[in-house]
């Protein structure tokens, strides 16, 4: 009798090459498809270099990706830096592309992954791997979204094979439905702040009645954010919401994913949705949320708004800012700044009136991609201004300088915030996620419940001696170890990164750092973005 398996098992089992597909194995998978955006400039010297190091490889000009009907290439991060070196290196991956027979997607079509699932390229059942942290999103597809590095990217190419350690599963069920005016962005963000450390490095499966009630675009929101959440992997199941939203885009109707009865969890959240309230996180984290009633009261000035990103710059948010604005304007001090999720986003919002709503209320519009949502091109935040965003992430210094006050809420808060100059917005007065959410640890079959474990090995002897530098801070992120506007600049030498390493969270602390200094830091050391350099940084910098 086979052991029963969550969605995810199932879906890595499915592309499984070796291992075990049981949770905390180690597996070798060949995924259905592989996305990478400006970080494949950095890719491809990686790769060739593995090609002419591998048997047989050497002298092979060029060298070959093992299977191109795999991969995606999409340019959407730095597409507003017009220079002749990013120009050039945009170049460089068109004509890799071309050489190679690899499917492209040039600055301005939009974010890779809104792109992934316009283009087909995410279907219920799949693997789908991407270098870039909110590869969680396919999970809306009921298909598995897996981040990788840089490195791993480049094993990919030369070989369609990956490894991966299958996580912990924490089942969210949902039940009930949104009251009017709350979001899928209001939910996500909501579990962020009831529960910032639980899902941390397992993968979240999302199911029940209350998941049929909610958009495909509310789940993909929902999704994205697993990724804040702490979650590597995320998993919804299917419905007909889904299956029409297939057809839609010329997709055959496919079989979904389903958990098995007595499929094992590590925890179940039991989520009412109806007991969520519209909510704020911030500033500058996802974990500190409060209810909306209780920041509008404080009347918090904002300087800038921001309605774009992948997890909030589909056509539904273009339609619910619309509906908010109503012939009003923005205020004068406010910039507000929107981008579309992809240029068919922006094509239909275009069409509907929605973009020209937004612009006759004082929007100032940037192309589709990512821009300021990671520190980039125009919009960025300035030194002590105070933002609002319907973006994912709000880091210190992810969206600009580091000494700015970022705060994260739904289309509809970002919105009336940006209408009246202070954060505020409609809202019933829930008290969100205070008591509806039930969190139970479920016992594994050998009687042990989730635990964390500290190690009992005693350090070996070192003839060196050490310095120890400690880091006062629980959930140091990954943009402040290794700042996003320096991620897509590939000619940084090593030497170049070190200086720049925590530049978000001390930028003396390079100047201090020597070689062979042992970092102490709080817990989830190294959170957020599946950047490759917040650990070659510290390499360079001297700490092993």
């Avoid at 599963?169 to 450390?197: M, N, Q």
């Avoid at 958990?259 to 911030?282: F, K, M, N, Q, W």
């Avoid at 125009?378 to 700015?404: F, K, L, P």
């Avoid at 640890?441 to 005693?458: E, I, L, V, Y």
Wanted: aromatic fraction near 6%; charge should be negative; proline fraction near 4%.
């Amino acid at each position: 009798m086979s052991t029963p398996r969550t969605m995810l098992e199932k879906i890595i089992a499915q592309h499984l090459l070796d291992g075990d597909a049981g949770q905390g194995g180690f597996v070798e998978v060949s995924p259905a498809r592989v996305m990478t955006h400006d970080n494949t400039g950095a890719v491809i010297p990686k790769f060739r270099a593995l090609c002419s190091g591998a048997p047989g490889g050497a002298g092979r000009e060029p060298a070959r990706v093992a299977e191109p009907w795999r991969l995606v290439f999409a340019l959407d991060h730095d597409i507003q830096n017009h220079t002749p070196e990013n120009l050039g290196k945009y170049a460089a991956i068109e004509r890799f592309a071309r050489e190679q027979g690899v499917e492209f997607h040039r600055a301005g079509s939009g974010i890779g992954h809104q792109v992934m699932i316009e283009r087909g390229h995410v279907r219920p059942g799949w693997l789908v791997m991407a270098s870039d942290s909110h590869a969680n999103m396919y999970g809306a597809m009921n298909a598995a979204g897996v981040p990788i590095v840089r490195s791993d990217a480049a094993v990919l190419w030369a070989t369609g094979r990956a490894w991966w350690r299958v996580p912990g599963v924490v089942r969210v069920e949902l039940t009930g439905a949104l009251r009017e005016g709350v979001s899928g962005k209001d939910v996500i963000i909501a579990l962020c702040g009831a529960y910032p450390t639980q899902v941390q490095n397992r993968a979240v499966e999302f199911g029940g009645e209350g998941l049929s009630t909610l958009s495909v675009a509310e789940r993909m929101s929902i999704a994205n954010m697993t990724t804040e959440w702490g979650a590597i992997a995320c998993v919804m199941e299917g419905d007909c919401r889904l299956r029409d939203f297939l057809v839609e885009r010329g997709l055959e109707p496919a079989e979904f994913v389903s958990p098995d009865a007595g499929a094992r969890y590590e925890a179940l959240i039991t989520l009412d949705l109806s007991s969520v309230g519209a909510c704020v996180a911030g500033p500058n984290s996802t974990a500190v949320v409060r209810p909306l009633d209780d920041i509008s009261r404080e009347r918090v000035r904002i300087d800038r708004a921001y309605l774009l990103s992948c997890v909030n710059a589909r056509l539904e948010d273009f339609a619910k800012a619309a509906a908010v604005v109503r012939g009003r304007r923005f205020a004068e001090h406010v910039k507000f700044f929107m981008a579309a999720a992809s240029a068919e986003v922006e094509r239909l919002a275009r069409d509907a009136g929605y973009w020209n709503a937004l612009l006759d209320a004082g929007a100032r519009e940037l192309p589709p991609g990512c821009g300021p949502c990671i520190g980039l091109g125009e919009g960025v935040v300035g030194a002590g201004e105070v933002a609002i965003s319907a973006t994912n992430r709000n880091y210190a210094g992810r969206m600009g300088d580091r000494s700015a006050r970022v705060y994260l809420a739904s289309v509809a808060t970002v919105v009336e915030s940006a209408i009246a100059g202070h954060i505020t917005g409609e809202s019933e007065g829930v008290q969100t996620l205070r008591t509806s959410i039930e969190f139970h640890t479920m016992s594994h079959p050998n009687g042990s419940a989730m635990t964390a474990r500290a190690s009992t090995d005693a350090p070996r002897a070192s003839a060196r001696r050490s310095r120890v530098i400690v880091i006062h801070e629980n959930d140091v992120n990954t943009d402040a170890i290794y700042a996003g506007k320096w991620t897509y600049q590939d000619s940084m030498s090593a030497d170049a990164m070190a200086r720049v390493v925590f530049e978000n969270l001390d930028p003396g602390l390079a100047a201090r750092l020597r070689p062979g200094d042992v970092l102490l830091a709080g817990e989830r050391f190294g959170v957020g973005s599946s950047r490759e350099q917040a650990a070659t940084a510290l390499i360079a910098a001297g700490v092993s």
